[in-house]
């Protein structure tokens, strides 16, 4: 099972970037994915996460600004964010609760992928 990350890069502030993650290998079934960051010197911190029926939960920070969207059906999670502040630089992790065939439900996450937003 992999989960892989695209579409970090830098942004100015104001702008918009989205994050993919797609889940691959042999995956029975998936439960909540998310999104979590971790900027230098700081812990890794939730920002926003997705059961597979459609709960969400968004940190405070990011609440009317980012938006989390799954498509099950391709296994795919993202991030559409918008209104970016500097303060949300950092490296941006997938994480799934994933069950493969053939295993037991375990934790994935993705390489991460880097988000900067200039001033």
């Known amino acids: 099972v992999q989960l892989v990350e695209s579409g970090g890069g830098l942004v100015q502030a104001g702008g918009s970037l989205r994050l993919s993650c797609a889940a691959s290998?042999?995956?029975?079934?998936?439960?909540?994915m998310g999104w979590y960051r971790q900027a230098p010197g700081k812990q890794r911190e939730l920002v926003a996460s997705m059961s597979s029926d459609g709960i969400t939960d968004y940190a405070e920070s990011v609440k009317g600004r980012f938006t989390i969207a799954r498509d099950n059906a391709k296994n795919t999670l993202y991030l559409h964010m918008n209104s970016l502040r500097p303060e949300d630089t950092a490296l941006y992790y997938c994480n799934a609760f994933i069950w493969p065939y053939g295993g037991t439900w375990s934790d994935y996450w993705g390489q991460g992928t880097q988000i900067t937003v200039s001033s």
């Open positions: 290998g042999s995956i029975f079934r998936i439960s909540t």
